[in-house]
């Protein structure tokens, strides 16, 4: 994909959402990156509703410290892993109220040395919570610059470190919130929504012609994407020997034979 192609795609995203937010539902920082570590295999909706009661309770380092893992688990259990996500939370919160007084800290060393914080939650905290131009890649994300051309890449990494040289640096702030969108309800795993799509003239999906399905974020269907699919090797036999089936058919004319 060209850069001017690139620069086309962001400036009709902005021009349908100039101000894109996250469906994640927060007040500060810390009940964003609560709600982010939260997140993980999750829906933005389930979320919401469980930390909309946990909020009114607990929404601060110190706050969700005292409530404790058991204390915690009550109002997440009916996200995935909550106990594992509780864990990691009480952890944070800690490590937050005694390392860093009581303040979410700026700096991605900081947030992935937080239990439970990788690389895309620190990503996420530190574009919605304090302005820096990161691009976290998610699933969506990562579907939709593998399936557009937009931003190819083999892993999460690569996506991201392709959608930071690609993307034109006045719209590296809302890129990700703009992709993350366009993923979640256009650009979706299976049976995108090519005819509704904004995009769709600067797109290298294939299937968007023929209205193929798509469950993963290749452009399956195409030549590219044939060609890339590894074939499966056939098992070597022994030197003299011979399938199974044909064997067994010579030993029974012999056996006619006799």
């Keep these: 994909m060209t850069p001017a192609a690139r620069r086309e795609i962001f400036e009709r995203f902005a021009r349908a959402n100039p101000d894109p937010k996250t469906e994640l539902r927060y007040r500060t920082p810390f009940e964003l990156l ?27 380092p110190a706050a969700i410290a005292r409530l404790g893992v058991e ?36 700096t991605r060393e900081a947030l992935e040395r937080l239990p439970g914080v990788g690389r895309k939650t620190a990503s996420v905290v530190l574009n919605t919570a304090f302005g820096q131009p990161t691009i976290a890649v998610d699933t969506h994300i990562f579907r939709v610059a593998n399936r557009t051309g937009l931003a190819p890449g083999k892993d999460v990494l690569a996506v991201e470190r392709a959608l930071e040289a690609g993307v034109p640096e006045a719209f590296r702030q809302n890129a990700h919130h703009w992709l993350i969108l366009h993923g979640r309800y256009v ?33 399956r269907g195409t030549a590219k994407a044939k060609a890339a699919r590894p074939t499966r090797p056939e098992a070597p036999r022994a030197r003299g020997t011979q399938p199974m089936a044909k064997t067994a058919r010579a030993g029974a004319r012999r056996g006619r034979a006799r």
């Design 34 to 60: 609560v709600a982010v570590v939260l997140s993980a295999q999750a829906t933005d909706k389930g979320v919401n509703k469980a930390t909309e009661r946990l909020f009114e309770v607990a929404n601060t």
């Design 71 to 106: 204390g915690l688990i009550p109002f997440v259990s009916s996200i995935g892993l909550y106990r594992n996500k509780a864990r990691n939370i009480v952890a944070a919160a800690e490590i937050i109220e005694r390392e860093h007084g009581g303040q979410v800290p700026q």
């Design 187 to 219: 650009c979706v795993a299976r049976n995108p929504k090519c005819d509704a799509c904004p995009i769709r003239d600067l797109c290298d999906f294939a299937g968007k012609a023929a209205g193929k399905h798509a469950s993963g974020p290749a452009q």
